[in-house]
């Protein structure tokens, strides 16, 4: 069974700053791309940034320059760094990996989600 566990949502102020981070665990063959959605309420989800097993990075606009996505290969996990962060940051962020848990089988998968909250 393979699974995604995320961390380090929080409280913060505006201009803060925060650090996500989220494990794959179980049988793991090899990672295609992790990356991390968030969804405000009343809105839709949206892609917050994501990056490809050679490292090849994809931010949204609204976060380019502040945030910024890593992956440690070797512990199946992927970071957000979120700097200078705004209220409209405000949302819960969820984890995603899309992997081959062996040759055959390839997933596409979720985190339980994290909330992040930032006063103004």
């Known amino acids: 069974q393979v699974q995604l566990v995320e961390s380090g949502g929080g409280l913060v102020q505006a201009g803060g700053s925060l650090r996500l981070s989220c494990a794959a665990s179980?049988?793991?063959?090899?990672?295609?791309?992790m990356g991390w959605y968030r969804q405000a309420p009343g809105k839709q989800r949206e892609l917050v940034a994501v990056?490809?097993?050679?490292?090849?990075?994809n931010y949204a606009d609204s976060v380019k320059g502040r945030f910024t996505i890593s992956m440690d290969n070797a512990k199946n996990t992927v970071y957000l760094q979120m700097n200078s962060l705004k209220p409209e940051d405000t949302a819960v962020y969820y984890c995603?990996?899309?992997?081959?848990?062996?040759?055959?089988?390839?997933?596409?998968?979720w985190g339980q989600g994290t909330q992040v909250t930032v006063s103004s």
């Open positions: 995603n990996a899309d992997l081959w848990s062996d040759v055959a089988n390839e997933y596409d998968l």
């Open positions: 179980g049988s793991i063959f090899s990672i295609n791309n």
């Open positions: 990056i490809t097993s050679i490292a090849s990075r």
